[in-house]
């Protein structure tokens, strides 16, 4: 990450002699495991962890979208009742995040622009990574852990929306209280619980089973490797005089909105 001055210079980066002077109210989203981190950390944990081969049946019925993730976690969870905390941050030497990751973020925080983590995994293991990578000032909402004695570890889900039950962490609930209707909003995922929030924003980021979903559904979105690839996006609309909203994502926020 180069040196950056009050105007937005970024120097000795990709950005070197570009002023980028952000006029637009933007508010982005992002996935956390396997967009932040290059490997998702929950499937890693079932996996080191779980009890074969139930553990990679639950996983792959939830991405099928045969349970629900709620379920999934319950279910994961319960055929490991010897998992501790201590076997989740052994793992951790092992889960990488995106190297051009934190750029990203320090170029939204010089432009001024909220970013929010949205998981459906565990801000256990979500927070100990974002301090690791000096990251801490994200904001983050997901589900979490706790340990329940005799009973190993259980899933709490405080962001379920008891409406629509298809994600344990609500990412759209989120997305419509932390941005209103005149800001653009932006979403980067990777997975199946990116499927639903992402058709909630105006701009969207997509790779693997999002990108997936997306082509299919006819989502218009960028498709992205790296986060290299997105800022280099990301700057191009930041230079962009207008931005446009998506009329496919308000409409689905106006059914949110008559529903109450
Ligand atoms: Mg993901």
Redesign the pocket.
Known sequence: MGVSDHFGFIQGSPLNNRMIINTHRIKVFI?????ITKI?TGEEIFRRFGKQPDADRIIEDIREGIITAKEGWVRLFASAPDMTIKNIYSIMDDIFIDENFVEFHQLLKIQNIPHFIL??GFENYIQFILQREGLQDIPVFSNRLIESGSNGLMPQFPYMDEECRDCANCKRDHIIEQSGDEEFTVYI???S??TCPAQFCDYVFAKDDLLKFCSREKVTCFSYNNFADVQNVFIQLLQRKRLKKKHQAVLKRNEVYKLG
């Open positions: 996935d956390f495991d396997g967009t998702d998981s459906d995922g990777n997975g619980s990116d």
